[in-house]
Structure formats: structure tokens, C-alpha cells
């Protein structure tokens, strides 16, 4: 019976407000609009928790939804000409939301990542900056932590602890089974990754959606936001830490990290270094030239697209489902 209830509950509640005609009473206190976009928000929600549908299977039926009943072009049944009943939205603003400035930030963000996934750069950039760390178990734990939350500042969390336990499993193997040292190391990159999202826009989707209601007096830029968030992602890295090597602590005393690799010097690796740098520092700089994050993340799209440096094959990679996720909440959100 359970099982049959999460096909049926989601679907249930939209099916009686899409019944309800234009003509109906409204609930006191909302219109028949706000009455439907309720209705849609609990579908969702119930969707999101029971999964019946993909979660992203889930956003995009938002968007549908809104477009079918609360839009000027809609079902001819749901429409309606009294202002007591609330106002239509336009339909070309609905279907907007999948061309959202927070949906380029985060496809300009997935195009960084994935270049430099495909030219080796996150890797080579881990093998080098782990090297001061040292042998120590505890402090290598510390270095990986630290890279790992400063990748998760501008690629997806999963996406880094995807690349950083590929680095980490040969070490992990290393460790004996009854050494909790294995289970510190294996926790420590999850948790920095989530950590790290914190520091960028772009980190994790909840940052870019705030930074679009950021707006006018309360606009804040790119690096204003890292000046912001990144002690905070500093802190708590210390904190993640300490708590992991006090609960987990390593019976092993020396470990080494073998991570292989040379930064490549093909045309199409040096453009990926070089618009890499410049994207992040045009991040950073933008009350000096004056665009803003949204604008800086094309930049990457448009020069790994000509150059071929990000394929037909490369798009079919990246994370769409995310995408459409992130449009299916900024629509509940902008109601």
C-alpha cells in the first residue's frame, strides 16, 4: 500500500487544483493563483521526499505545471479575467527559468571542471600542493581537506570527491581494516567538499540562488562574497578536522601519497591553464571591470566551445539533471 501512495499522493493534490474552475471560491487570504502554486510546491515536495519521479523529472513538471494553470497561455479552463483571483504569469517568464543567469553561472562552472578534469589539471594541481604536507597521516589528512574544499569553491561537490577519492583509494588501501585512521581519511573528503561549497556562487546551488535576490543595495560581487564566506570555510575546515583525528585517530605513522602525473603542454591544456586563471580572476575582480559573475561564466563556455576544447561528446557528461533541478526550485521560489 505504501508503495502504491507515493505514486498516488503527488499526483493527487495537482489533479484536484487543476479541477477546480476559475470561477470557484478561493481560500480567504490567497488567490486562486497563489492557491495553485501551493498545490504545485506540495506536489513537489512530496516528489522530492518519495521520489517516484527522478528528482529532476520533478523540477521540470514545476515548470510544466506553471505553464499549464498559472500562465497567460495555459489551459482554457484555468483561465480567468478577475483581478480577485490574482494575476496570470506570463508564460515567456516561466519558461525563462532554464535560461536563468544562476543556471549560466553553473554551466560556466561545470565547463571549468570539466576542462580541467580532461587535461589533468585537478589532479596535477592536488599531487603539487600536497607535497608540503608532509608524511604524517594527520597532516596529510589536513592537506588533502584543504585542497579538496578549495576545488569545491568552483566545481561541484560531487564532482571533487568523486576526483579526490580516485587520489585517495590507493592510500586508503594502505591502512590496516582495523585502523580507524581509514575511516577519518575517507570521511575527510566528503566533508571537505561540503565545506568548501560554502567559500564561491558557484560552489553549491543554494549560494548562486541567494546571490539572486542580492541585489541593488544589497548586491554583493564574487570576491565580496569569498572575503565573506571563506573564514568561515577556514574554521570550520579546522574544526571538520580536529574532529575527525580525535574520533578516528590513525594507529599508522607514515603514509605517502603516489600521485602520478605531469601538467600537460598541448595548446588545448595551456588555454584550459590560462582560461581557468583568468575566469576565476575576473571572479574576483569585478567591481575593477565591471561584469558580473553571471557574464564572466560564459566566458569559459564560448572559448572551450570554439576551440573544440569541450566536445559534443564532453556535453553529454555534464551533470543536466542539476541543471534542471535548480530551475525547477527558482521557479517555487520566485512565487
Request: net charge positive; proline share 5%; aromatic share 10%.
Amino acid at each position: 500500500m505504501k508503495t502504491y501512495l507515493k505514486y498516488i499522493l503527488p499526483i493527487f493534490i495537482p489533479l484536484i487544483i487543476l479541477l477546480i474552475p476559475a470561477s470557484s471560491f478561493a481560500i480567504e487570504g490567497l488567490t486562486l493563483v497563489e492557491q495553485r502554486v501551493i498545490a504545485i510546491f506540495v506536489m513537489a515536495t512530496l516528489c522530492w521526499v518519495l521520489e517516484p519521479i527522478p528528482i529532476y523529472a520533478t523540477s521540470v513538471a514545476i515548470i510544466v505545471l506553471e505553464l499549464l494553470i498559472i500562465s497567460d497561455k495555459g489551459l482554457w479552463f484555468t483561465k480567468f479575467d478577475s483581478p480577485e483571483l490574482g494575476q496570470l504569469v506570463d508564460h515567456k517568464t516561466i519558461m525563462a527559468t532554464f535560461a536563468s543567469p544562476i543556471i549560466m553561472l553553473f554551466l560556466g562552472g561545470f565547463f571549468l571542471a570539466m576542462a580541467a578534469t580532461k587535461y589533468r589539471l585537478d589532479v596535477n594541481l592536488a599531487r603539487v600542493l600536497l607535497k608540503p604536507f608532509g608524511h604524517s597521516p594527520k597532516y596529510v589528512m589536513l592537506g588533502l581537506m584543504m585542497i579538496t574544499a578549495v576545488f569545491s569553491m568552483f566545481m561541484s561537490n560531487t564532482a571533487t570527491t568523486a576526483m579526490m577519492l580516485s587520489i585517495l583509494t590507493p592510500v586508503l588501501a594502505l591502512f590496516a581494516r582495523e585502523d580507524m585512521g581509514k575511516v577519518a581519511f575517507a570521511l575527510s573528503v566528503p566533508v571537505a567538499a561540503n565545506i568548501g561549497g560554502i567559500g564561491t556562487p558557484i560552489g553549491t546551488p543554494p549560494n548562486a540562488v541567494a546571490l539572486k535576490y542580492l541585489i541593488n543595495e544589497n548586491n554583493i560581487r564574487f570576491g565580496e562574497w569569498m572575503l565573506f564566506a571563506v573564514p568561515f570555510v577556514i574554521v570550520m575546515l579546522l574544526i571538520a578536522w580536529l574532529l575527525l583525528i580525535k574520533l578516528f585517530p590513525a594507529s599508522k605513522t607514515e603514509i605517502k601519497l603516489n600521485i602520478k602525473g605531469r601538467f600537460l603542454k598541448t595548446p588545448k591544456a595551456i588555454t584550459v591553464y590560462v582560461v581557468f586563471i583568468i575566469t576565476i580572476l575576473l571572479w574576483l575582480m569585478g567591481g575593477v571591470h565591471g561584469m558580473n559573475a553571471y557574464v564572466v561564466a560564459m566566458i569559459p563556455v564560448a572559448v572551450f566551445s570554439m576551440l573544440k576544447i569541450i566536445t559534443k561528446e564532453d556535453l553529454k557528461k555534464i551533470s543536466w539533471d542539476v541543471l534542471w533541478l535548480v530551475s525547477g526550485g527558482l521557479r517555487l521560489v520566485l512565487h
